[in-house]
């Protein structure tokens, strides 16, 4: 399902996102990934959310987009690694999340979610996977388009919710209101949403998976995956592959 993927963008690099994006490079890394990976954030790191959030000592203050490109790099130099320290906003959004995009979305608020899902409903070929989480609980949504069409129901249509949220846009948020804007969270809860889109991907890149799942249960492309830590459960709502897609291995991401 992946096969067209030429560029890749990580956008919000917190309490998901870093943990997330370690091992996801591992992966791109290993299978000799030729396209470009995006680090996308426009805040820094700070002392207050060190304690669920992959950072080190020395990040403090960077910017997360700077700070995590400069380790990918040296643990992983074979990857092609970009910064964009800005929020994604309606203004350029298109800079980020191009044409045969695989866009993962880790932010933690909706204006950032919608802008990005209305920009992605605009392109030909592009998958968008957003998650967020509450406290306990959380999501991964599964967007993919080919050709200009879409295969998933969209993020806007599933959540009408997050269609119509105006609040919390970092983009035009001072210092202050950002240090306070925060929602408690957990590390096993931010964990879990990074583990969730792991899972999202992988199911979207592994062609034995979807052939077995074409076999197994008619509804084998996920839409979206749902996790809850007070009930120690990870379940999936599925939809049905789209037949005429071609499942070879990606080749950006293949051998």
């Known amino acids: 399902m992946l096969n067209f993927v030429q560029h890749i963008v990580v956008i919000g690099l917190g309490g998901i996102g870093t943990w997330f994006v370690t091992p996801f490079a591992r992966f791109l890394h290993e299978q ?21 959030q992959d950072m080190e000592a ?18 992983m130099p074979g990857l092609h690694i970009r910064t964009f320290t800005e929020y994604v906003t309606a203004d350029n959004a298109a800079q980020v999340v191009k044409e045969k995009s695989l866009a993962i979305v880790a932010v933690d608020n909706h204006p950032a979610r919608a802008t990005v899902a209305r920009h992605a409903a605009s392109l030909n070929d592009v998958c ?21 069409k879409d295969l998933c129901t969209s993020l806007l249509e599933r959540h009408p919710e997050i269609a119509k949220s105006r609040s919390g846009d970092r983009a035009t948020l001072g210092c202050d209101e950002l240090i306070t804007l925060g929602q408690p969270q957990l590390l096993v809860t931010n964990f879990l949403a990074a583990t969730a889109l792991l899972v999202a991907f992988h199911a979207l890149w592994d062609r034995d998976a979807l052939r077995r799942s074409r076999v ?21 709502i599925a939809t049905p592959i789209q037949h ?12």
């Open 32 to 52: 000799r990934f030729g396209g470009e990976l995006v680090m996308a954030d426009g805040d820094t790191f700070s002392a207050l959310n060190a304690h669920r």
């Open 58 to 75: 020395t990040d403090l203050g960077k910017h997360k987009a700077a700070a995590l490109a400069e380790r990918l790099s040296r643990t």
């Open 128 to 148: 968008v996977l957003s998650a967020g989480n509450e406290k306990y609980d959380g999501n991964v949504h599964v967007y993919l388009r080919r050709a200009g």
């Open 216 to 236: 197994n249960r008619p509804s084998g492309l996920p839409q979206e995956i749902f996790f809850d830590v007070r009930a120690q459960a990870m379940t999936a």
């Open 244 to 255: 005429e897609v071609p499942l070879p291995v990606p080749a950006a991401i293949a051998n």
